[in-house]
């Protein structure tokens, strides 16, 4: 009943406004709507040159989210959306688009399947200006842990493990393994057992990350070779890959670390191809955490720009887990960077072997995505795509597959010097 007086309200404001001469200031134009579907969340964005206002509701039987938008008409920009939102997508079976009221235009996203929406609005930043963000979250969050079992069911572990992941793989797969009954303590610390790679393909979605001279972006590519590097592991008997994201969508830097940290991962291989102010620099970085500050300025500028990709990749700064961000920054730990230097040093000699190198040494800063407290994380500039030369390189699957293989190289060169210890950590 309360909602209904206030869309009166508005609805008498917006009569008195058509009267005087504020009216063109409130109307807000709408620049474009953009649909990013995902297994994790959908999300919908509009962009437009003022700031949106936004209510919505979510209504049940059948399950529907309604969100109306003031200030706004109907126009073919918004009616894009339906066409938009293909009938694939995890969440939402159709959109219908209408003006409800003078001003106020009605969106209303017929749901496959009950969700928790986040909306929230965002200023203007880099390329983008005003965005209103509607993310379609699942009521059951999909657990990282789930998928990477799932995905990895047609992979047995060795005999010997004592991968609690593994066992349960087996278990979801419908076999059974005697042995993992029969696991008794093992006091070597070298124990084979399957390594989990957690894959992030740097920026998605709304974040493009750098964008080269031809058009390429960096998320496209990064993508790209995170796959190839995938299926790569996947071959490997003793691996497993996860990619913290395996399409077209935003996830935010701290997401990325806890999924990483979820599945309990061994190894954290975040791959970007970024730009630099200067077109000709070149050569592929390979960077670990620097508690300290940046081991040079180009890291340290390199760090601003890939931790602003929750800026610009749209974060709802409201539902961040503050707790866990403080958490991340007090226990990045020595010992993981201790690692992260040892794993970066092995796949940047790999790298060296046929790219040129930015600089021949694992560099440091500040990267948000780092920031794993127990899990060795390294993060690649495959390449600038910024160069010219070097954004045709990028985006060419030869060169594509030459780093992936590189980086497997990297990562068996590490694992075989420093075996994988038993796992006791409680997350
Ligand atoms: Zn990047």
């Known amino acids: 009943m309360k909602r209904r007086t206030a869309l009166k309200v508005i609805s008498q404001g917006s009569a008195l406004l058509l009267l005087g001469p504020t009216q063109l200031a409130w109307g807000a134009k709408l620049l474009a709507v953009r649909a990013w579907p995902a297994e994790d969340y959908t999300r919908i964005t509009l962009e437009s040159d003022q700031p949106l206002k936004i209510t919505h509701q979510l209504l049940t039987k059948p399950d529907r989210l309604v969100v109306d938008v003031e200030g706004l008409e109907l126009t073919p920009t918004i009616k894009e959306l339906v066409a938009k939102v293909k009938t694939d997508d995890p969440y939402i079976a159709q959109v219908r688009v209408g003006q409800f009221q003078a001003k106020v235009v009605r969106l209303v996203f017929d749901l496959k399947e009950s969700i928790q929406p986040q909306l929230f609005t965002l200023d203007p930043v880099g390329d983008y200006q005003h965005r209103a963000l509607f993310d379609l979250y699942p009521t059951v969050a999909n657990d990282p842990l789930m998928k990477l079992v799932r995905n990895s069911t047609k992979k047995s572990a060795p005999p010997e493990t004592e991968d609690p992941i593994g066992a349960i793989a087996r278990k979801e797969a419908g076999k059974s393994d005697a042995k993992t009954t029969d696991i008794k ?8 057992r399957l390594l989990t790679i957690a894959i992030d393909p740097g920026h998605g979605g709304e974040d493009p990350g750098a964008i080269g001279k031809r058009g390429s972006r960096e998320k496209d590519v990064v993508l790209s070779i995170s796959k190839i590097l995938r299926s790569k592991i996947e071959q490997e008997p003793d691996m497993r890959a996860y990619l913290t994201r395996d399409g077209d969508y935003f996830v935010p830097l701290h997401v990325r ?23 000709h620099a070149k050569g592929a970085s390979v960077f670990a955490l620097s508690q300290q500050g940046a081991t040079s300025t180009a890291a340290r500028w390199i760090a601003n720009k890939e931790n602003n990709a929750d800026l610009i990749g749209g974060l709802n700064i409201k539902s961040q887990d503050k707790q866990v961000a403080q958490l991340l920054l007090d226990m990045s730990t020595t010992a993981q960077i201790k690692d992260s230097l040892k794993v970066g040093g092995s796949v940047l000699r790999e790298i060296g072997g046929f790219a040129k190198l930015h600089k021949n040494h694992v560099e440091q800063a500040s990267f948000a995505v780092l920031k794993a407290p127990d899990v060795p994380s390294i993060l690649i500039e495959t390449a600038f795509i ?20 590189a980086i497997l190289k990297g990562i068996r060169n590490y694992f075989a010097q420093n075996p994988p210890v038993a796992k006791s950590r409680q997350i």
């Open 257 to 279: 670390v806890n999924k990483a940290r979820r599945i309990q991962a061994d190894l954290f291989v975040s791959v970007h191809a970024d730009a630099f102010v200067q077109p």
């Open 185 to 192: 303590p093992n006091s070597d610390k070298s124990i084979k």
């Open 386 to 405: 910024s160069n010219p030369e070097e954004e045709a390189r990028l985006t060419d699957t030869n060169y594509q597959e030459q780093i992936a293989t």
